[in-house]
């Protein structure tokens, strides 16, 4: 008989030290030291914000035009996370109690960030619809494919990078 | 030498970790495994870059040998200077 509890506690023993192995790796990681310095990291972090941006923009040029958006993106986003060395991504269990404040207060920031973005997104949308349609009894909004696209990718970008983006812009963090 | 973080307007903690550590004779690497923190850590500590909860402050003065009191001292002189004001 097979005992799925015990192999679902092994599975996640074995998962948490492969985690364990790949923070300590980051930890102790010196070839990135270029993009981890105050400045560096607020390049790394603008240059993200710049690439996804083209990316989103990219996919109105066509699938291919999009893919070759997102693979420039994939490039920037391991840059970001490797300035930050991964810290805001990390769960509790691989950081220390200094680690985890500012993980956690970085949270707080990256809330900030995709909260606004959001939120202004949503009243610009408001604004198309209800005030400046408002003689129209409705409004229909049409989403093509590229549209489509660029609005799951951005929003992507978005929520996947905004704590190591938060990090890395906070000039005195202690990473 | 005490070094300084600034944690409320007006309150400071001191410290002396770097000196009593390197009276012990123990490295900033022996302090963190003993005391459980990264090794950066110990140098945030030091600096008075960063304020450890009292669970780290007690495990650090076990660690070293000595009372808490002796390792953190809250300076209060800008507080009192503002309420002087």
């Known amino acids: 008989v097979i005992d799925l509890g015990q192999r679902w506690k092994q599975a996640t023993e074995r998962n948490k030290d492969e985690v364990q192995r790949r923070a300590d790796r980051q930890f102790e990681d010196e070839h ?8 560096a990291r607020r390049a790394v972090a603008g240059t ?42 990390m769960p509790d269990y691989v950081l220390d109690e200094r680690m985890r404040r500012e993980r956690d207060t970085t949270y707080i920031s990256a809330f900030r ?6 939120g202004i997104a949503v009243a610009v949308l408001f604004v198309k619809v209800v005030v400046a349609d408002a003689n129209d009894e409705s409004t229909v909004l049409i989403v093509n494919t590229d549209a489509a696209n660029a609005m799951f990718w951005g929003v992507f970008a978005l929520v996947l990078g905004a704590p190591s983006l938060a990090m890395a812009w906070r000039r005195n963090a202690v990473i | 030498v005490s070094r300084r973080l600034r944690t409320d307007p007006g309150e400071r903690v001191d410290n002396t970790i770097a000196d009593v550590r390197e009276r012990a004779g123990m490295s900033r ?10 090794y950066q850590t110990v140098g945030y500590l030091e600096r008075g870059e960063y304020n ?34």
């Open chain 2, 52 to 85: 450890p909860s009292l669970a780290l402050a007690l495990r650090i003065s076990a660690v070293l040998g000595c009372t808490v009191e002796e390792l953190f001292s809250l300076d209060t002189s800008d507080f009192q200077k503002g309420h002087k004001q």
């Open chain 2, 29 to 38: 690497n022996e302090l963190a495994d003993a005391v459980g923190v990264h």
């Open chain 1, 113 to 118: 960030m995709v909260s606004s973005v959001v």
């Open chain 1, 32 to 39: 990135f030291d270029l993009l981890r310095g105050p400045t």
């Open chain 1, 48 to 89: 993200y914000v710049f690439v996804s941006l083209a990316m989103v923009a990219s996919w109105f040029g066509g699938t291919i035009a999009g893919v070759g958006g997102l693979a420039v993106w994939g490039v920037a986003f391991v840059a970001l996370r490797l300035s930050v060395r991964s810290l805001a991504d």
